[in-house]
């Protein structure tokens, strides 16, 4: 009984990172509520399905992967070019050292100021920045809307 209550505690706690992990990039957020979901199957207190573990895991995987992708691909969609791609990932790295704006605005600062070294318009680099900001954006929804399903199996299966 007092292994189960401490998973459940762990479990939890886990919860917190991953939607803490939402919105820092440093930290991954739907990896840590997956493990959550495995701490909680590891208890009496739940009985999830194997089915809906792998079907979860794979979600995890594929929205991790896609995390990384979407402000290359919403820098690229927007009109920029290697540079902006280049520079949204500089910024990002950057302005993980000045949280929480400096994640928010350093992708867009990053392409802008690489687009602008690289020779291209003010205009053409505004929205090479604008779409990687977009990017950052469906990336946080997307990681937010899984955590938030997992805390929500997690309690459901908790509770009930």
Same mark, same amino acid.
Do not use: H
């Given at each position: 009984?007092?292994?189960?209550?401490?998973?459940? #505690?762990?479990?939890?706690?886990? +919860?917190? =990172? $991953?939607?803490?992990?939402? *919105?820092?990039p440093?930290?991954?957020?739907?990896?840590?509520?997956?493990?959550? +979901? @495995?701490? +909680?199957q590891?208890?009496?207190?739940?009985?999830?399905?194997?089915?809906?573990?792998?079907?979860?895991?794979?979600? %995890?995987?594929?929205?991790?992967? #896609?995390?990384?992708?979407?402000?290359?691909?919403? %820098? /690229?969609k927007?009109?920029?070019?290697?540079?902006?791609t #280049?520079?949204?990932?500089?910024? @990002?790295?950057?302005? +993980?050292?000045?949280?929480? *704006? $400096?994640?928010?605005?350093?992708?867009?600062?990053?392409?802008?100021?690489?687009?602008?070294?690289?020779?291209?318009?003010?205009?053409?680099?505004?929205?090479?920045? #604008?779409?990687?900001?977009? =990017?950052?954006?469906?990336?946080?929804?997307?990681?937010? %809307?899984?955590c938030?399903?997992?805390?929500?199996?997690?309690? /459901?299966?908790?509770?009930?």
């Amino acid at each position: 009984m007092f292994f189960d209550v401490l998973l459940v #505690i762990l479990g939890f706690c886990f +919860l917190i =990172g $991953g939607l803490a992990g939402c *919105i820092l990039p440093v930290i991954p957020g739907p990896p840590l509520s997956y493990i959550a +979901l @495995l701490l +909680l199957q590891a208890t009496r207190f739940a009985d999830f399905s194997s089915k809906f573990l792998w079907i979860t895991a794979g979600i %995890t995987v594929v929205v991790t992967v #896609i995390d990384y992708i979407l402000p290359l691909w919403g %820098t /690229k969609k927007w009109g920029g070019s290697r540079a902006g791609t #280049i520079g949204a990932m500089l910024g @990002l790295l950057v302005g +993980l050292f000045f949280s929480p *704006i $400096g994640i928010i605005a350093g992708p867009f600062v990053g392409a802008v100021v690489c687009e602008l070294i690289a020779g291209r318009d003010s205009n053409a680099a505004l929205r090479s920045g #604008i779409g990687s900001f977009v =990017g950052f954006l469906l990336g946080t929804a997307m990681k937010l %809307t899984v955590c938030i399903a997992f805390a929500f199996y997690y309690i /459901k299966e908790l509770i009930f």
